[in-house]
Nanobody
Framework: QVQLVESGGGSVQAGGSLRLSCAAS?????MGWFRQAPGKEREGVAS???????RYADSVKGRFTISRDSAKNSLYLLMNDLKPEDSGMYYC???????????????????WGQGTQVTISS
């Protein structure tokens, strides 16, 4: 089992920045961030493996940066130039089986945090 605890959500104006954090109970190869807006399906935002290989959704490329501190079993998401459409509940996830040397955002992720709310006002 892996416990994941997110923090860092909040409300900011469009163009602003937020940094999300996720504390994991143990080391795990694939970690990622997902989000879900009201009335929409959950979508993958970014993933990272222990070699710092990263993957991003097209909608956040160039604005979001995922990183991890393996020594602290921690995961981060720096979000810049935020837009109202970035609003939603953000979830930390872990446990995706690697594929092609990386951590695809699609497929089954085993462990999930409780989520942290991000609200972007225009």
């Amino acid at each position: 089992q892996v416990q994941l605890v997110e923090s860092g959500g909040g409300s900011v104006q469009a163009g602003g920045s937020l940094r999300l954090s996720c504390a994991a109970s143990r080391y795990i190869f694939c970690m990622g961030w997902f989000r879900q807006a009201p009335g929409k399906e959950r979508e993958g935002v970014a993933s990272i493996d222990t070699s710092d290989g990263t993957r991003y959704a097209d909608s956040v490329k160039g604005r979001f940066t995922i990183s991890r501190d393996s020594a602290k079993n921690s995961l981060y998401l720096l979000m810049n130039d935020l837009k109202p459409e970035d609003s939603g509940m953000y979830y930390c996830a872990a446990g995706r089986l690697p594929l092609g040397g990386g951590c695809p955002l699609i497929g089954e992720w085993t462990y999930w945090g409780q989520g942290t709310q991000v609200t972007i006002s225009s």
